[in-house]
């Protein structure tokens, strides 16, 4: 019987928002950096495959890595703090959340930096509806660390996995026992039930498809 739902942040409960390269553009130009922002994924979205968590000094490395440019601490520590600040209210997903958080303990697993993406929530205005927050600080999925992490007190068996990569979010759930949703729009057949996005997980909980697989 699942207890606990754990969620993934980013293509889950938050899509892409082009704000996101404003962010990046904008403590560009606070540093003085000449650097073309749309480059931002360069070093962003390559990170979690070489480290095993989010930390600022190999951050900092990183970016150096790969720009060969040298940035302070405080570049990175003000980056996070204005990705904070972008995530669009929908009131369709407080709605959502709140009926969830009726049935079910709520948790959010996210590769990234914590203090970031928890700004995000609140942003967002649904902060308040998860128990935990982990972010990328300790584990990076698909460690099974950080699924177990997120689980807490219950047991993997006990807990579904809801997110929008099956290799990064649903595959090493699995693996510890974990149930799964994953959400994608493409027509490939997947071990666990799919959605096209975060709205119809309300269908699959309500026909007992997760207990049956």
Same mark, same amino acid.
């Given at each position: ?5 754990? /969620?993934?942040? *980013? ?14 553009? &904008?403590?560009?130009?606070?540093? $003085? ?24 000094? *190999? ?13 302070? &601490?405080? /570049? ?12 669009? $209210?929908?009131?369709?997903? #407080? ?26 929530? $609140? ?6 509806? /998860? ?21 807490? #007190? ?30 994608? &729009? ?28």
């Amino acid at each position: 019987m699942i207890k606990k739902v754990i /969620f993934d942040l *980013d293509g889950t409960l938050i899509n892409w928002q082009p704000e996101y390269l404003v962010a990046f553009k &904008k403590v560009l130009a606070e540093f $003085k950096i000449n650097l073309d922002y749309h480059r931002q994924s360069e070093f962003a979205s390559t990170y979690e495959k070489i480290y095993a968590n989010f930390n600022l000094d *190999d951050f900092q490395q990183h970016f150096y890595n790969v720009y060969h440019i040298q940035a302070p &601490k405080e /570049f990175f520590e003000k980056y996070l703090q204005y990705l904070g600040y972008v995530s669009p $209210k929908e009131p369709r997903l #407080n709605q959502l959340l709140e009926e969830l958080s009726f049935d079910y303990e709520l948790a959010v697993l996210t590769n990234w930096f914590r203090c970031s993406q928890f700004a995000r929530l $609140k942003t967002a205005g649904i902060a308040h509806f /998860f128990n935990e927050v982990i972010g990328g600080d300790e584990y990076i999925k698909p460690n099974p660390n950080s699924y177990l992490l997120a689980a807490g #007190n219950y047991y993997p068996t006990e807990c579904l996995m809801v997110g929008d990569s099956y290799e990064i979010d649903i595959k090493g759930a699995l693996d510890l026992g974990m149930k799964g949703i994953l959400i994608s &729009k493409d027509d490939r057949m997947y071990e666990v039930p799919t959605i096209k996005n975060i709205y119809e997980i309300k269908r699959v909980l309500k026909k007992g498809e997760i207990d049956e697989r």
